[in-house]
């Protein structure tokens, strides 16, 4: 299985200020068909997951421009521009390359 | 407009097997490339994949799960069956129903609200 990790797995960030996570894949998630499909989910406390990027850097409809999603290879990174309330939740990487399909362990954000 | 609603037993003994069923509108397997995906959330842990199936019944399953998994679709309900056999307290978990598009490597974008289960005697 290829496995996922992402660091930090705990985040405390003052509102209005960037944030990062990093995700990195134990093998390479460049995929025959010429894609990287590396992904980033959302979990808001209580809801369902939520796709916020797919294929590295492709934002979802509906996700605001402060999220961007950049990396290649094994080495992945979510960037939150400006930290927001709503932002709070756990974040989690997750690669669809191969079978099976892994996670990483999540990432928690809060609000400092 | 896509939606999925997961339901079967909340509480389930050890040893028992699990049953949940996925009942989804706004698609078809009717429609090539569509698939059908598991998902589920120990409480506080991380998501972890379980199962796969596409329009046309190809399969996959979480290889450390797949003696125990089976996972059968039923076109004409538009329903998913997941089957989980000998369920352990381990088990306990929110299973999630996904839908992960059109593409052989789509990804969950509609999920379920999710169905928690308990195992427990």
């Known amino acids: 299985d290829v496995v996922m990790t992402q660091s930090p797995l705990s985040l405390s960030v003052t509102l209005g200020q960037p944030a990062s996570i990093s995700c990195r894949s134990s093998?390479?998630?460049?995929?025959?068909?010429?894609?990287?499909?590396l992904n980033w989910f959302q979990q808001r406390p209580g809801q369902s997951p939520r796709r916020l990027i797919y294929?590295?850097?492709n934002r979802d409809s509906g996700v605001p421009d402060r999220f961007s999603g950049s990396g290649s290879g094994t080495d992945f990174t979510l960037e939150i521009s400006r930290v927001e309330a709503e932002d709070v939740g756990v974040y989690y990487c997750?690669?669809?390359?191969?079978?099976?399909?892994?996670f990483g362990p999540g990432t928690k954000v809060e609000i400092k | 407009q896509i939606t999925l609603k997961e339901s079967g037993p909340t509480l389930v003994k050890p040893t028992q097997t699990l049953t949940l069923t996925c009942a989804f509108s706004?698609?078809?397997?009717?429609?090539?490339?569509?698939?059908v995906g598991w998902i589920r959330q120990s409480p506080g842990k991380a998501l972890e994949w379980l199962a796969l199936i596409y329009w046309n019944d190809d399969k996959h399953y979480s290889p450390s799960l797949k003696s125990r998994l089976t996972v059968i679709k039923d076109t004409s309900t538009n329903q998913v069956v997941l089957t989980m056999t000998n369920m352990d307290p381990a088990d306990t978990a929110t299973y999630y129903c996904v839908h992960t598009g059109i593409a052989a490597t789509g990804t969950p974008y509609y999920w379920g609200q999710g169905t928690l289960v308990t195992v427990s005697s």
């Open positions: 997750m690669q669809v390359t191969h079978w099976p399909r892994t």
């Open positions: 093998q390479s998630l460049a995929h025959s068909d010429g894609y990287t499909h």
């Open positions: 706004g698609f078809s397997f009717s429609t090539a490339g569509v698939a």
């Open positions: 294929k590295v850097s």
